[in-house]
Nanobody, 121 residues
Framework: QVQLVESGGGLVQPGGSLRLSCAAS????????MGWYRQAPGKVRELVAA???????NYADSVKGRFTISRDNGKNTVYLQMNSLKPEDTAVYYC???????????????WGQGTQVTVSL
């Protein structure tokens, strides 16, 4: 059983910052890519940022220069530092991880339950 648990969401004023964390736990053999997605009301889920196990990163154009993704492989944890937040960043943020539970199993994608980020006065 694998769980991804997010934390760090909340309400913040425009221009403020938040740091999201997502820890993967359970029967984990190895973790490949990790990432953050978001879904605003009435919109499709979109990629925010992703990071490989070699620390290569990829960002949505809308967050480049404002958000930073990082990971701690020893803790199977991925972080998203969000600065200069805007109202349009308001969404439920989901983390995901591509991992395998044993050396025999294929890599599979797992999702967290989501954490709400609201940017408003």
């Amino acid at each position: 059983q694998v769980q991804l648990v997010e934390s760090g969401g909340g309400l913040v004023q425009p221009g403020g910052s938040l740091r999201l964390s997502c820890a993967a736990s359970g029967s984990i053999f190895s973790v490949n890519d990790m990432g953050w997605y978001r879904q605003a009301p009435g919109k499709v889920r979109e990629l925010v940022a992703a990071i490989t196990n070699g620390d290569s990163t990829n960002y949505a154009d809308s967050v480049k220069g404002r958000f930073t993704i990082s990971r701690d492989n020893g803790k199977n944890t991925v972080y998203l530092q969000m600065n200069s937040l805007k109202p349009e960043d308001t969404a439920v943020y989901y983390c995901n991880a591509v991992l395998r539970t044993s050396y025999r199993s294929p890599y599979s994608m797992y999702w967290g339950q989501g954490t709400q980020v609201t940017v408003s006065l």
